[in-house]
């Protein structure tokens, strides 16, 4: 990005084009993609797609620690072959618990980032589209250290992105 702003600046001073003649603009990507409407709609996508096994892990853990205290409450009084076969019945379900606590972990992070994929696709249509419409020279996103707040048009890119 910097090496991008370093070649336009100076282009811009080797063909003799001066700021005034420029129009530059700043958006904040992070800001934007906490406030469109389409983000929240992601988040509950995911949340309704992702809610099932949600419950499934809940309910393996509840029982996993029904079966712990179970043994701990009544390992005295179990023949010791009792007491071995819920021991590794523990441990089976606690493997089968880690592997799809690991496995719906991979999944929502895979299905997270298509949907982050997609909205950021359309954060950059919007600002495209703001660009041309407003003639932009020049949109920043990240990597600003500084802008004045007159060339932030974050706000207006929520406002298109909210017309979506």
Do not use: W
Request: no cysteine.
């Amino acid at each position: 990005m910097k090496t991008k702003l370093a070649l336009f600046l100076a282009l811009m001073f080797t063909l003799n084009i001066s700021y005034a003649e420029l129009k530059i603009g700043f958006v904040n990507v992070a800001k934007v993609l906490q406030k469109v409407p389409q983000a929240e709609q992601a988040k509950k996508r995911l949340e309704q797609e992702f809610s099932p096994r949600d419950k499934q892990l809940a309910a393996q853990i509840k029982e996993i620690k029904t079966l712990e205290a179970k043994l701990a409450k009544d390992a005295s009084v179990m023949s010791a072959t009792k007491k071995r076969a819920l021991e590794k019945d523990i441990i089976s379900k606690r493997r089968e618990a880690k592997r799809a606590q690991q496995e719906f972990g991979e999944d929502f992070g895979l299905r997270r980032n298509e949907e982050l994929g997609k909205l950021q696709k359309r954060i950059i249509e919007a600002i495209k589209a703001i660009a041309k419409e407003d003639n932009y020279d020049l949109l920043l996103t990240d990597g600003v250290i500084h802008a004045k707040p007159e060339l932030d048009i974050t706000a207006r890119v929520q406002e298109k992105l909210s017309k979506f």
